[in-house]
C-alpha cells in the first residue's frame, strides 16, 4: 500500500526558508506516470493547490504563491521536496504531499497525514 | 486563476436524509472535477473524479454530476461517518483550484 509522509521543522521564523520532505514507500516515485503534489491548509481554512512535479522534473505551481516555492526529487531517496523562501505568518498551514490518481484527471489520490508549519517569531 | 464556488457553504441533515452540494466553475472545465472528504484533523479522502466516477472504494451513496461549469455532490441515505467537510477542485487549467469547502453536520 503506498503511503506518503511528511517531514519538516514544525517552527520557522519569519523570512527564513522553508523546506519540506516527503517520503513515499510502497511504490517507486518513478513507477507510472504519477504527478506528486502539494497542498495546504491554514488552520480552520480551506485548501489550497501549491503544485505538481513529475518524476521527470517537470513542475507546476501556482503563481498566485510568487515563485516563492520550489519542487525537486530524489528519485534515489524515494523523496520530493518543498521549498518556500522568506516565509510570513500568512504561510502557516498544514502542508500536505499527496500523489496522482490512476486516472491522471488531476486529482489526489493519495495523501500523507499533513504536517502543520507555523511561522513565528 | 479559476474560481471555484460551492453552496451551501453548510448544511444541516439527519441520517437517512440525502444531500446535494453545489460547485460552481467560473469557466469551463469539462468534466476535469473531483470531490473530496475531509474529517477534523485529517487528509482528504478522494470521492470523486472526473465528475462522476466513483473512487475505488467508495460507497455507492456517493455520487457526482455535471460538466462545464456546474456540478453536484450528492449524498443518499446519509450516515453517521458522512458527517464532514467537502471540497471541488478543478484540474481543466493550472493552476488547479479547490472551492471553499461544504461543512456537513448533524441536525
Known amino acids: 500500500q503506498l503511503q506518503l509522509q511528511e517531514s519538516g521543522p514544525g517552527l520557522v521564523k519569519p523570512s527564513e526558508t522553508l523546506s519540506l520532505t516527503c517520503t513515499v514507500s510502497?511504490?517507486?516515485?518513478?513507477?507510472?506516470?504519477?504527478?506528486w503534489g502539494w497542498i495546504r491548509q491554514p488552520p480552520g481554512k480551506g485548501l489550497e493547490w501549491i503544485g505538481i512535479?513529475?518524476?521527470?522534473?517537470?513542475?507546476y505551481d501556482n503563481p498566485s504563491l510568487k515563485s516563492r516555492f520550489t519542487m525537486s526529487l530524489d528519485t534515489s531517496k524515494n523523496q520530493f521536496f518543498l521549498r518556500l523562501n522568506i516565509v510570513t505568518a500568512a504561510d502557516t498551514a498544514i502542508y500536505y504531499c499527496?500523489?496522482?490518481?490512476?486516472?491522471?484527471?488531476?486529482?489526489?489520490?493519495?495523501w500523507g497525514q499533513g504536517t502543520l508549519v507555523s511561522v513565528s517569531s | 486563476d479559476i474560481q471555484m464556488t460551492q453552496s451551501p457553504s453548510s448544511v444541516s441533515a439527519s441520517v437517512g436524509d440525502t444531500v446535494t452540494i453545489t460547485c460552481r466553475a467560473s469557466?469551463?472545465?469539462?468534466?476535469?472535477l473531483a470531490w473530496y472528504q475531509q474529517k477534523p484533523g485529517k487528509a482528504p479522502n478522494l470521492l470523486i473524479y472526473?465528475?462522476?466516477s466513483l473512487q475505488s472504494e467508495v460507497p455507492s451513496r456517493f455520487s457526482g454530476s455535471g460538466s462545464g461549469t456546474d456540478f453536484t455532490l450528492t449524498i443518499s441515505s446519509l450516515q453517521p461517518e458522512d458527517f464532514a467537510t467537502y471540497y471541488c477542485?478543478?484540474?481543466?487549467?493550472?493552476?488547479?483550484?479547490f472551492g471553499q469547502g461544504t461543512k456537513l453536520d448533524i441536525k
Open positions: 499527496a500523489r496522482g490518481g490512476e486516472s491522471g484527471f488531476g486529482e489526489f489520490e493519495f
Open positions: 510502497g511504490a517507486s516515485i518513478t513507477s507510472g506516470t504519477y504527478y
Open positions: 512535479i513529475y518524476d521527470t522534473g517537470r513542475t
Open positions: 469557466q469551463g472545465v469539462s468534466n476535469w
Open positions: 472526473a465528475a462522476s
Open positions: 477542485q478543478q484540474a481543466y487549467s493550472f493552476p488547479y483550484t
